[in-house]
Nanobody, 117 residues
Framework: VQLQASGGGLVQAGGSLRLSCAAS????????VGWYRQAPGKQRELVAL???????SYADSVKGRFTASRDNDKNTVFLQMNSLKPEDTGVYYC????????????WGQGTLVTVSS
């Protein structure tokens, strides 16, 4: 299984970005996918999770601003990020097989999001 994250970039505070995570393999639709963020000098943290049946949950820091979705026909998960803040800056990774206690076995390579003030 391979995961390919994309969609990062530089955006001003208040702006929006949409991240994508494309997966190979047939087990994609069976597993939850999470979006982790690693800010400079900080530990990687889970910010959004979408289950195999598209139930979503979010860290308090992004709740109401970020929305996870998935297209199982395209083996892709999305993270719509609105009202971005400078503290959202970091490398975003997708992870497959995740739950809120621990990550799954499959990681994407990360995509950098930079939010300028």
């Amino acid at each position: 299984v391979q995961l390919q994250a994309s969609g990062g970039g530089l955006v001003q505070a208040g702006g929006s970005l949409r991240l994508s995570c494309a997966a190979s393999g047939n087990i994609f639709r069976l597993l939850a996918v999470g979006w982790y963020r690693q800010a400079p000098g900080k530990q990687r943290e889970l910010v959004a999770l979408i289950t195999s049946i598209a139930s979503t949950s979010y860290a308090d820091s992004v709740k109401g601003r970020f929305t996870a979705s998935r297209d199982n026909d395209k083996n892709t998960v999305f993270l719509q990020m609105n009202s971005l803040k400078p503290e959202d800056t970091g490398v975003y990774y997708c992870n497959m097989g995740v739950n809120w206690r621990k990550p799954g076995d499959y990681w994407g390579q990360g995509t950098l999001v930079t939010v300028s003030s």
